[in-house]
């Protein structure tokens, strides 16, 4: 059983048409109740005898939903300024000493061993530096393997470079002072 029964638009015949409504007179037409005991039920069913709500008459005013209205066109995202709910952040960028700082780590851990020990402290310094700005611009760059890579095989470089210089001049020294 469905609802058209009380619908103005059942018509019986499905076409969506409003069903004719009597016309009533002013003198037949009563006040809206308040549902107080006492008050006559504006209608009733005549199958069932139970009263039941009336039923608005005429047209309604549409319901505007505006959580399903398009959202308006979103500025573009800087660095430092906050992000609509909806729209995610490009990734800060590394920082631009990250791949100097690889390279001279790496350059540095292998010329150790070709006198050149002087590379991997630059990479250290540098990498420090960077990991230093980083720090008081949390957000400004991203964290990077390359850098921390850099940094740890420039302190590992400088190391064994501060390990071959002093054996080199321990030997010297030794030689140096050895009875002849």
């Known amino acids: 059983m469905s609802n058209q029964q009380y619908s103005p638009w059942a018509g019986g015949d499905g076409s969506g ?5 009597p016309s009533a007179s ?9 549902g107080l005991p ?11 005898g139970e009263p039941r709500p009336a039923e608005p008459s005429g047209w309604s005013e549409p319901q505007t939903f ?16 906050r992000v609509p709910y909806g729209y995610a952040a490009p990734p800060p960028p590394e920082h631009p000493n ?28 540098l990498g420090a530096k960077a990991r230093r700005e980083m720090a008081a611009r949390p957000g400004a760059y991203s964290d ?11 302190i590992i470089g400088s190391l064994i470079a501060l390990l071959v210089v002093s054996s080199f001049v321990l030997l010297i020294i030794i030689a140096v002072n050895a009875p002849r």
């Open 17 to 21: 048409e409003p069903a004719p409504q």
């Open 26 to 34: 002013p003198a037949d037409q009563r006040p809206p109740t308040l």
């Open 38 to 48: 006492g008050d006559p039920p504006a209608y009733t069913n005549p199958v069932l």
């Open 66 to 81: 505006d959580a399903l209205q398009p959202a308006p066109p979103a500025a573009p995202v800087q660095f430092g300024r």
């Open 98 to 125: 990250a791949t100097l700082v690889l390279i001279l780590g790496i350059v540095g851990l292998f010329t150790n061993f070709v006198f050149m020990p002087f590379i991997s402290p630059i990479a250290w310094y």
């Open 144 to 154: 990077s393997g390359k850098l921390t890579a850099g940094f740890v095989l420039g």
